[in-house]
């Protein structure tokens, strides 16, 4: 067959799915010489990739190409979403789409001139006509890691494999490696994220729906602001206290839910406080405190107990997609950035939200300074000394607390030593990541803990000066009416019986936004129904948040 026949064919096929990159292969080179091609036992072509010294590397089995993909393949047992690196002749890819219980298969390769090449030899057609496959060339390294952000999804396609072709990358590690290590970050960051899914999914939904009625009597303006600054609860707060009362008239004070209990203690009112966390422990920092004047940030997946004791409560969408959903049908949200897990990370976030041209942070230590958890008043010692016994009494609880991480580490300084763990290090990161990119200028408080560095540096005078109010916007209906309808649109959802790829071609722009709503929820129920089959732990799930939503319709 002519071979420039088979190569149209082939980039007829992938138009459908990959427009883009078949009009990049329209001008590639075919005769680069980058693979040759030789005959297996069985007959078969085969691709042998020519390195930079000529030689040839056969890329499949020259006894039988198919059974050792299929072999090879079988060894992924388990996994809904499997990454091949190199398209080869395509026997890893078409056995792949053979297994029962694969959603996604995902194809990287490098030197589109080699792939194209590729495609003018080998009829890809029943590959790229499938939903289910993906190819990406050339791609760089964080491209590979947001296409797999974006593409997978844990609690519907279960686990993750990649399988390489070993004569191709291994001839090619300057771009397959990075690659790999790409894949590998993608999974790192999904797993944590589907792990905080498996145990607060429905916790979540509860909470949100909840607030969603408790939204609907919220309607506070908060005007802009040009200083501000953020409390964290690290122990090093106790020593900035004093800056923080003799200094007070020059900021707007956010208090962090942990830090409030600490700044009352000393006497310090703030001006606000804000709490991300959807669990029921956080109202601990508000017991006995009186916060009915106090204006409250609150995520619309924080506990509803602390919504319904405050008085003036400014909701606000941390990104979970059912928060996003409120935002866009019913009533618009501040959207706040809360990816980096931590609740000083969002006050200083709502700071620059709300105009500040100047943050300073104050008890963010990120770290144990000489072996302190926080700051004296927190909820923290109260917490545990409600706890102890006379076996285990609070010192025992507290070092029990202190060394139960598996990566606490001490760093000695000039000045003293502190403990720090992974994720208090990831938080510091992601803080000082977000200053780059923030417009104002950031002042950590020098204190015990782990240093931040953050970006200090004058701000772009070029950026903009139009500052929005902090405030909700008009409600679309009823609250109950949102959710009434929200609720027989998750049942109206079309029946799951077919992989996700076809079913999500069946959805409509609506239902696609009403599904992804329930995937933190199905993470949930995925950790205490593993076995349950795609299409019933949808099921179960739809049929969780239905009977929620309509058990609170009914309450007075």
């Given at each position: 067959m002519d071979k420039q026949f088979i190569f149209d064919r082939n980039l007829l096929s992938l138009s459908r799915a990959h427009a883009e990159l078949c009009s990049r292969f329209t001008a590639a080179e075919t005769t680069l010489g980058r693979y040759r091609f030789v005959e297996s036992r069985e007959g078969k072509l085969l691709p042998a990739w020519v390195d930079a010294a000529g030689s040839a590397h056969t890329l499949h089995s020259l006894t039988s190409p198919e059974k050792e993909a299929e072999r090879l393949v079988a060894t992924l047992d388990g996994a809904g979403f499997i990454?091949?690196?190199?398209?080869?002749?395509g026997f890893y890819a078409a056995a792949a789409l053979r297994c029962a219980g694969v959603e996604q298969v995902l194809v990287i390769d490098y030197d589109i001139n080699s792939v194209a090449e590729l495609l003018c030899?080998?009829?890809?057609?029943?590959?790229?006509?499938?939903?289910?496959?993906?190819?990406?060339i050339d791609p760089e390294p964080n491209e590979v890691l947001n296409a797999l952000l974006n593409m997978y999804q844990p609690v519907l396609h279960g686990g993750l494999?990649?399988?390489?072709?070993?004569?191709?990358?291994?001839?090619?590690?300057?771009?397959?490696?990075?690659?790999?290590?790409a894949i590998k970050q993608a999974v790192e960051n999904i797993a944590e994220d589907f792990s905080v899914q498996?145990?607060?999914?429905?916790?979540?939904?509860?909470?949100?729906?909840?607030n969603c009625i408790i939204s609907e009597s919220q309607n506070n303006?908060?005007?802009?602001?040009?200083?501000?600054?953020v409390t964290a609860a690290g122990p090093s707060l106790d020593e900035q206290i004093p800056i923080i009362k003799k200094e007070r008239a020059q900021f707007y004070l956010i208090a962090t839910d942990t830090s409030l209990p600490a700044l009352l203690y000393a006497g310090i009112l703030p001006d606000a406080v804000i709490s991300i966390d959807c669990q029921h422990i956080s109202a601990s920092h508000f017991i006995g405190q009186d916060i009915?004047?106090?204006?409250?940030?609150?995520?619309?997946?924080s506990p509803p107990l602390i919504a319904r004791r405050g008085g003036k409560t400014f909701f606000f969408s941390g990104g979970h997609p059912l928060t996003n959903y409120i935002s866009a049908n019913y009533r618009n949200f501040p959207t706040l950035d809360t990816s980096g897990a931590n609740v000083t990370y969002a006050g200083v976030t709502i700071a620059c939200k709300m105009g500040a041209r100047r943050i300073r942070i104050f008890g963010a230590d990120y770290s144990y300074p000489q072996g302190a958890a926080y700051s004296r008043g927190a909820y923290f010692y109260p917490y545990f000394m409600r706890r102890q016994n006379r076996l285990r009494p609070a010192s025992s609880l507290l070092s029990a607390f202190l060394y139960k991480s598996p990566s606490?580490?001490?760093?000695?300084?000039?000045?003293?030593?502190?403990?720090?763990?992974?994720?208090?290090?990831?938080?510091?990161?992601?803080?000082?990541e977000k200053s780059r990119d923030l417009t104002a200028r950031i002042f950590p408080a020098k204190g015990g803990g782990a240093p931040i560095a953050v970006n200090d540096e004058e701000m772009n005078q070029a950026v903009s000066r139009t500052i929005s109010l902090f405030a909700s916007g008009k409600a679309a209906c009823g609250a109950r009416q949102f959710l009434s309808d929200?609720?027989?649109?998750?049942?109206?959802?079309?029946?799951?019986?077919?992989?996700?790829?076809?079913?999500?071609?069946?959805?409509?722009?609506?239902?696609?936004?009403?599904?992804?709503?329930?995937?933190?929820?199905?993470?949930?129920?995925?950790?205490?129904?593993?076995?349950?089959?795609a299409p019933a732990l949808l099921a179960e799930t739809a049929n969780y948040c239905a009977l929620k939503i309509e058990r609170l319709l009914k309450q007075s």
């Open positions: 990454v091949l690196l190199g398209l080869g002749a030899h080998y009829d890809y057609i029943s590959l790229f006509n499938d939903e289910r496959f993906s190819l990406m494999a990649t399988l390489p072709l070993r004569a191709r990358t291994g001839n090619d590690a300057e771009n397959f490696m990075p690659a790999a290590n498996s145990c607060f999914g429905k916790r979540w939904f509860s909470n949100i729906i909840h303006v908060l005007p802009p602001v040009s200083s501000a600054a009915s004047k106090l204006p409250l940030f609150l995520d619309l997946a606490l580490k001490k760093i000695e300084t000039e000045t003293g030593w502190y403990y720090e763990t992974k994720s208090l290090s990831l938080y510091r990161k992601r803080l000082e929200y609720r027989r649109k998750i049942l109206g959802l079309p029946t799951f019986t077919t992989n996700i790829a076809r079913y999500a071609e069946t959805l409509n722009p609506e239902q696609k936004q009403v599904f992804v709503t329930l995937l933190p929820a199905a993470a949930a129920v995925r950790y205490r129904k593993n076995e349950l089959a």
